[in-house]
Each structure stands twice: as C-alpha cells, then as structure tokens.
C-alpha cells in the first residue's frame, strides 16, 4: 500500500498564504500514480481541488486555479500544495491522497484514491 503523512496547515487571515506538505511512502521507489490534495468544509462533501498526474502536469478545480500550486518533489516523494490569497471559504480539513498504482493520468477527475493522509486543518478568518 502507499502511507501519506502530512504537515503545514493551520490559521490565517484572509489574504494570507500557507503551505502544506505530504510524505508520500509505498511499495514504489518514486510517485508514479495520480496524487491530489482534497478539502471538506464543514457540513460539505469531500472535495477534490488540485492534482498531479505522472508526467507532473497540475490540474486544478477552478476555485482554486490561479491561487494554489500543487507540486511534486519526486527526489523525496513529497507532494506540496501552496496556497495564496487564501480566502474565508477555503477554510476546510485538507487531506493529501494517492491512487490505485495503475492510475496515472486524468487524475482530477480520478475515482480511485484509496490511500489517504490524517488531515490537516485550513482555517482562514475575514
């Protein structure tokens, strides 16, 4: 299986910027699947806003486009999501996520992340 290990996250102002990072650990030496970060707003469903395929093309929902940059470090196989002009709606619990080993591109719209980080909470205040 694949383990996801995350840090970054917590408050700030609106406007402001942060920036979150995922260990990514499996039975492959370097990330050669689909690999995104999702959020879950209060009394929302679990959302997908930003991934990366295995050519290391990025791909955003369009909230977030322009604002966030999803990236992947494959010498560590570390994923990071960096987040400017940070609004009170992406306030959220982020989690990074990995798919099923043979999934490699078409990953925003993916179905199959099965490998999951803890969690991280964004809250970002007017």
């Known amino acids: 299986g694949v383990e996801l290990v995350e840090s970054g996250g917590g408050s700030v102002l609106a406007g402001g910027s942060l920036a979150l990072s995922c260990a990514v650990s499996g039975s492959t030496p370097r990330i050669t699947y689909c690999v995104a970060w999702f959020r879950q707003a209060p009394g929302k469903e679990r959302e997908v806003i930003a991934a990366?395929?295995?050519?290391?093309?990025?791909d955003y929902v369009d909230s977030v486009k322009g604002r966030f940059t999803i990236s992947k470090d494959n010498a560590e196989n570390t994923l990071h999501l960096q987040m400017n002009n940070l609004k009170p709606e992406d306030t959220a619990i982020y989690s990074c996520?990995?798919?099923?080993?043979?999934?490699?591109?078409?990953?925003?719209?993916?179905?199959?992340?099965?490998?999951w980080g803890q969690g991280t909470q964004v809250t970002v205040s007017s």
């Open positions: 996520a990995a798919s099923e080993p043979w999934v490699g591109y078409e990953c925003l719209s993916s179905k199959y992340y099965n490998y």
């Open positions: 990366i395929d295995t050519g290391d093309t990025p």
